[in-house]
């Protein structure tokens, strides 16, 4: 169990992280990416997500284990409230102290229980972490570019969805805030949480005391934590308490179902999924089954809306999805992490 011990002066900077965090996603993600667990959810987006990686999981794999500890520097801390974006947080993981590296990948060497496990024996795949061990500029280079390789094929692509959840959760808490204060925003937190004031109580894997010492409390939704919140190993890193947002029981990541047809009807729904791949009018009416009046009428209400985009080419109209059309019929485009 993980206790929180909390001052009045920690209660009162008691805070809501503004946005999803770029890199706890991405690092949380990786755990989710190996699991078999939460398949409703996470199942789509798995095959999605590996069907585009290209070795970045053998890399990352040395850094993260699938269970216990990994390295605090991989999730540095934004400034306050505000989390970091992708690029910036590639930044600051870039500006690491090489005795903050050394230091903490020994303890990701230790693993679980303090049994050691060898960097430098003949499994290639943890050849990355001994060479940033020792301090050295180009291997911190690879590691962010794997980073940044799988956030592109994992996270990004769903950015939407994520920043949509995280919002969401955030109204949530904030209302409980303005009805009740610091206290009653703790005590909504999911179930593996309590507030048994003065201690913050969560479900953790190992027995832990975190004492904030008037620093308070930043509080960050995640929507790939799982189960148990995170918090970084080391206590002299601004306190960050990482929970797991609650997922509706239907799939995140399904695919348009009836209730497109209900938001926009039956026949534009068909026209949006008709233009996806690009067509021009005559292909739209003959994929949808309309007229060629019908077929113009139904996208030039979606192009209005900011749904399609369409483009003379030679005799013809092409039709194709905006970013936001493609977000509405896939539920989540790619979004930029800045």
Not at 6 to 14: E, N, P, Q, T
Not at 123 to 137: I, V, W
Request: glycine share 10%; with cysteine.
């Amino acid at each position: 169990m993980l206790r929180i011990h909390m001052s009045g002066a920690d209660l009162s900077r008691v805070r809501m992280a503004t946005r999803p965090d770029a890199l706890w996603e991405t690092v949380l993600s990786f755990h989710r990416l190996r699991d078999r667990r939460g398949s409703s959810v996470f199942g789509k987006w798995r095959t999605e997500s590996r069907a585009r990686l290209n070795g970045e999981t053998r890399l990352l794999s040395a850094m993260v284990p699938l269970h216990g500890y990994f390295p605090d520097f991989l999730t540095p801390a934004g400034e306050g409230s505000e989390p970091y974006g992708l690029d910036a947080g590639m930044e600051a993981l870039r500006d690491t102290p090489g005795e903050r590296l050394h230091g903490e990948l020994a303890l990701l060497a230790a693993g679980p229980a303090g049994q050691r496990r060898r960097l430098d024996g003949p499994r290639p795949h943890l050849a990355l972490p001994a060479a940033l061990a020792e301090g050295r500029a180009e291997p911190l280079g690879r590691l962010i570019g794997a980073l940044r390789a799988y956030h592109r094929a994992a996270v990004e692509p769903y950015w939407t969805h994520i920043r949509a959840a995280v919002e969401a959760d955030r109204a949530v808490r904030g209302r409980a805030l303005l009805d009740g204060g610091a206290q009653e925003l703790l005590a909504t937190l999911p179930t593996s949480i309590r507030w048994r004031p003065p201690v913050l109580e969560a479900d953790y894997p190992v027995d832990r005391d975190m004492r904030l010492d008037g620093r308070g409390l930043l509080l960050q939704p995640s929507f790939f934590c799982r189960g148990t919140p995170v918090v970084y190993r080391d206590p002299d890193l601004p306190p960050v308490l990482v929970y797991p947002l609650t997922h509706p029981a239907a799939p995140v990541f399904a695919e348009p179902g009836p209730w497109l047809g209900r938001l926009v009807g039956h026949t534009r729904s068909a026209i949006l999924r008709a233009v996806e791949d690009g067509c021009t009018t005559s292909e739209l009416a003959r994929r949808t089954g309309v007229s060629m009046a019908s077929a113009s009428q139904h996208a030039c209400v979606l192009r209005e809306a900011g749904l399609v985009l369409s483009l003379r080419h030679g005799s013809s109209v092409l039709h194709t999805l905006t970013p936001l059309g493609s977000s509405l019929l896939r539920g989540g485009a790619p979004v930029a992490v800045s």
